[in-house]
C-alpha cells in the first residue's frame, strides 16, 4: 500500500564559530551522535522524522541535506571565524523552501519543520540577520527552539527569531549533551504528539535542569 | 549532573519503605514522567515532568485508587479489586503494568513492576547492524510492528505472523475489557502505551496511571495521534472544565482499541489514506483524523480508499467485518455505536477457531481466517487450500430446557496438530481469565484422514453413539455428527467439507 505517512523535517542549525573551538565543539559531535542513536530507538521518529544540519561561521551552509534518519550520515564540522548566524537563517528558509513537501491534492505534506539553533555568541552578520528574521516571520515552521550556550551568548537576538529561548550557563560537555537529549526528546515527542488543535504548536517536554528558559 | 550518573538513591513510599533507584542522565522521558529503574531493574520510579504535581490531590486519589481498589493485578485479599482471585490477579499482572506503589520522597511518584524481557529488543533485532545498538534494551511499542517502514528493519524472527498478531489482539481486548468491566478507562491506549511482542504473542498495557476512574477527578491527558477518538479532537477547543470539551472515557478508549486492532490485523491505519483536506498539514490531520474522519473501506463513500488495498476486513470473515465497519463506519462519529471490549474479545476468540496455516512456505504471514471454506484462499498470497484439508466444524448448544433442540455456537476450521480446550467441549466455558488452558482435545491427520483424538474428555461419544474413551478418536467425516461430552453442556459437533 501507498505510504501516507507525514514528515516530520528537524533542521539543527549549528553555531562553529571559532569561540566553539575545542571541547564544545567535539561536545557538539558527540551530541548528534547521541541524538541520532536516541531517535533511531523511538520507533516513531524513525518513521517520520527527517533531520538537516546547517552551519554557521564567517558563512553559513547545509552540510547534510533532509534525511532520513537510517541514511543519515554524521556530518564533518569544524569551528573557526565569526557568527553568521543571519546567513544561517537566510540558509533555513531556502532548505525549507526547497525540501520540505507541501500538502497538495494527492500529496501527504510534510509536518511544519521543526528548528533548533544553538549557539555561543551572537550575530556578526547583522543587517542580513535582520532582514533575515524579517522574512522568516513569513514562514511556517512549527516551533523554533534556540539555546544560547555559555556565559557570550545574547539572547536578546535570539529572542526575535523565537520565543523559545533557553540559556545554558556553560559550554560543557555535559550540559551540551544534555542539551541534544532534550532535543531528542522534542523531536520525541513531536513526532508522536502534535496533540494540538489546528494552529497550535507542538507541546515540547519540560527542558533539562540547567537549562533557563529566557522570559 | 554527571558524578550522579549511576549513583544509587532512595525513595520512601507512602507506607514508609524504603526502596532503591539508580539516577541516571537523561532518563527515558514521556510525555508526562521520567523513569528510574531499580538496582536490579525488577520496578521502575517514574517521576513527573512537572514536579507540582506533589500537591495535585486528585492525581494522588486517583492512583491510591488505581493501585488499590481497582487493582485486577491484586487478589481481593491483598486490597486489589473486588472478586479478584489469585489466579485472575495473576493472569492480568502479565498484561499490565499496573502501579504498585507511590513515591513520596524525595517528591511525588510511583513505583510499577518493570516489564518482562522479551518486551525489550535484544541486542540482534535488526537486519541493520547499527541500528541493533539503537534499539537494544527499547521497548517493544506497538509501532515497530505495525509501521511496513519499521517492519522492514526487524528480523523476520521479530515479525511474528498473522497468528501471532490475533493473539495479541484478543490479549488486548481482554485487558481492555477488565478496565472497562471496573468502570476504568485508559484514557491514552496507542501504539505507545501497548507493548507487544510477536515472537510469544504477549501483550502488556503500559502507562496505567492516567485512568479514568469512576467518581474521581478526571487525568488531563488527550491521547495520542491518530488514536484520539474524533470527538474528543474536535472538542480541543474549548478548554478543560468547559461542559462542551469531550474527555477521555471507555468511549474513546474504544475508538483506540479498535485502530489498534485493525494496525495488528491489517498493518495500516483505518483512517490515514489518501484524501485531501487541507493545505495545511496541521488542519488536515485535525479534519483527518476528527470532525471528517473517514474510513479507508468505507462501503459506500471511496475518497479516502487507497488504490492499492489488497487485504480488506472481507478476509477476516464476517463477524470482525462487521465490527469493524460499526467502530469507523456508523461509530466513528457516534461512540454508542462504537462495539464493546467484550465484543472484541468474544469476535476475535471465536476468529482465532477459524485460523488456518497457509501452505506456501514463503507466505509472510503464515496464518489467515479461513470464513468461507467454498474458497478457501490465503488472502495474503493467494494460496488455495487443498480440498481434502477443507474441514469444519460446527459447534452447537443445547438450548436450555429442550432436549435435542440445538443452537449453533461457534465454528472451528481444523488444522493439523490444532488443540481443542474446554470451551470446545463446553457450552459454559469462554476462554478469558478464569478457564485453564489445559488441553482437553486435538486434531490431526494421519494417513489422508482426519481425526478428533480424545485427550482428556469424559463421556465423548462416537457419531455411532459409542463411548470414545481418553486416548481414543473420532473420525472426522463429512456429514458426521458426534457430541464432545454427554455433560448437559457438552457441545454437539457437525462436520462438513469444503466443496
Known amino acids: 500500500m501507498a505510504d501516507y505517512t507525514r514528515r516530520l523535517p528537524v533542521y539543527l542549525l549549528l553555531d562553529c564559530s571559532g569561540s566553539m573551538m575545542g571541547e564544545p565543539i567535539e561536545a557538539v559531535k558527540q551530541g548528534i551522535k547521541a541524538l541520532l542513536s536516541e531517535l533511531k530507538g523511538n520507533p516513531q521518529a524513525l518513521e517520520t522524522a527527517y533531520l538537516s544540519v546547517i552551519t554557521f561561521d ?32 537566510r540558509v533555513l528558509m531556502e532548505c525549507a523552501e526547497r525540501e520540505v513537501h507541501k500538502s497538495t491534492e494527492g500529496q501527504k505534506g510534510d509536518w511544519r519543520p521543526l528548528v533548533f539553533i544553538l549557539t555561543d555568541g551572537c550575530p556578526t552578520d547583522t543587517s542580513a540577520f535582520n532582514q533575515a528574521v524579517q522574512d522568516l516571520r513569513a514562514v511556517k515552521f512549527g516551533n523554533i527552539i534556540a539555546c544560547a550556550a555559555g556565559s557570550n551568548a545574547d539572547t536578546t537576538y535570539l529572542k526575535q527569531i523565537t520565543e523559545n529561548v533557553l540559556m545554558m550557563n556553560t559550554l560543557s560537555a555535559g550540559d551540551l549533551a544534555k542539551f541534544f537529549a532534550w532535543v531528542s526528546a522534542s523531536i520525541g515527542v513531536s513526532a508522536k504528539a502534535c496533540d494540538a488543535a489546528p494552529g497550535e504548536n507542538f507541546e515540547l517536554p519540560p527542558p533539562p535542569k540547567g537549562f533557563v528558559v529566557v522570559p | ?61 486517583r492512583i491510591e485508587a488505581i493501585i488499590g481498589k481497582y487493582n485486577p493485578t491484586l487478589p481481593e485479599q491483598k486490597g486489589g479489586a473486588r472478586g479478584n482471585s489469585e489466579t485472575m490477579a495473576q493472569y492480568f499482572a502479565g498484561k499490565f503494568c499496573w502501579p504498585t506503589a507511590i513515591v513520596v520522597q524525595p517528591e511525588f511518584g510511583i513505583v510499577s513492576p518493570a516489564y518482562p524481557s522479551n518486551f525489550f529488543f535484544g541486542e540482534n533485532a535488526s537486519v541493520i547492524p547499527e541500528l541493533n545498538k539503537d534499539m537494544k534494551g527499547k521497548d517493544k511499542k506497538s509501532k515497530w510492528f505495525t509501521s511496513p517502514k519499521l517492519r522492514k528493519y526487524l528480523k ?5 505472523d498473522f497468528r501471532s498478531m490475533l493473539q495479541m489482539s484478543i490479549s488486548l481486548a481482554r485487558s481492555v475489557r477488565r478496565m472497562h468491566q471496573a468502570g476504568l478507562a485508559h484514557s491514552d491506549l496507542s501504539c505507545n502505551n501497548v507493548l507487544i511482542d510477536p515472537p510469544t504473542g504477549g501483550c502488556v498495557v503500559i502507562d496505567i496511571d492516567s485512568l479514568v476512574v469512576p467518581g474521581l477527578y478526571p487525568p488531563e491527558v488527550m491521547g495520542t495521534t491518530g488514536y484520539i477518538a474524533p470527538e474528543v479532537l474536535e472538542t480541543t477547543k474549548f478548554p478543560f472544565g468547559d461542559p462542551k470539551r469531550i474527555l477521555p472515557s471507555s468511549y474513546t478508549d474504544l475508538h483506540a482499541l479498535a485502530v489498534l486492532i485493525y494496525e495488528y490485523l491489517l498493518l495500516r491505519h483505518p483512517l490515514v489514506g489518501p484524501k485531501f483536506y487541507s493545505n495545511d498539514p496541521v488542519e488536515d490531520d485535525f479534519l483527518s483524523m476528527g470532525p471528517k474522519a473517514l474510513f479507508i473501506e468505507h462501503p459506500k463513500d471511496h475518497s479516502n480508499r487507497p488504490k492499492d488495498l489488497r487485504v480488506t476486513i472481507k478476509d477476516l470473515g464476517s463477524e470482525l467485518e462487521s465490527l469493524f465497519l460499526r467502530a469507523f463506519v456508523n461509530g466513528l462519529h457516534s461512540p454508542d455505536d462504537r462495539p464493546t471490549a467484550m465484543e472484541w474479545e468474544k469476535a476475535l476468540v471465536r476468529s482465532w477457531d477459524l485460523l488456518h496455516p497457509c501452505e506456501n512456505p514463503k507466505c509472510r504471514e503464515k496464518w489467515f481466517i479461513m470464513h468461507d471454506i467454498s474458497n478457501p484462499v490465503c488472502p495474503f498470497c493467494g494460496t488455495r487450500v487443498k480440498k481434502e484439508d477443507v474441514l469444519r466444524l460446527t459447534l452447537k ?24 480446550f474446554k470451551w470446545h467441549v463446553y457450552a459454559n466455558t469462554f476462554p478469558d481469565e478464569k478457564t485453564d488452558r489445559d488441553l482437553m482435545a486435538y486434531i490431526c491427520k494421519q494417513n489422508g484422514q482426519w481425526l478428533l483424538i480424545n485427550y482428556n474428555i469424559n463421556g465423548m461419544t462416537s457419531p455411532q453413539g459409542n463411548l470414545v474413551p481418553q486416548g481414543k478418536a473420532v473420525l472426522l467425516s463429512n456429514g458426521a455428527v458426534f457430541r464432545m461430552s454427554g455433560d448437559p453442556n457438552g457441545l454437539l459437533v457437525e462436520v462438513s467439507c469444503g466443496k
Open chain 1, 58 to 89: 564567517s558563512t553559513a551552509r547545509q552540510v547534510t541535506p533532509l534525511t532520513e534518519l537510517m541514511q543519515f550520515k554524521e556530518p564533518q564540522i569544524s569551528a573557526g571565524g565569526a557568527t553568521a548566524m543571519g546567513g544561517a537563517l
Open chain 2, 1 to 61: 549532573m554527571a558524578q550522579n550518573n549511576g549513583r544509587t538513591a532512595e525513595a520512601t513510599l507512602a507506607d514508609g519503605t524504603k526502596i532503591q533507584y539508580v539516577i541516571k542522565d537523561n532518563p527515558p522521558r514521556g510525555g508526562m514522567k521520567y523513569t528510574y529503574f531499580a538496582p536490579d531493574k525488577s520496578y521502575v520510579v517514574q517521576f513527573y515532568n512537572d514536579p507540582s504535581v506533589t500537591n495535585d490531590i486528585n492525581l494522588r486519589k
Open chain 2, 156 to 160: 523476520e524472527s521479530e515479525l511474528g
Open chain 2, 397 to 420: 448448544s443445547q438450548i436450555r430446557g429442550k432436549t435435542g433442540q440445538w443452537i449453533k455456537s461457534g465454528e472451528i476450521t481444523v488444522y493439523h496438530n490444532m488443540p481443542l
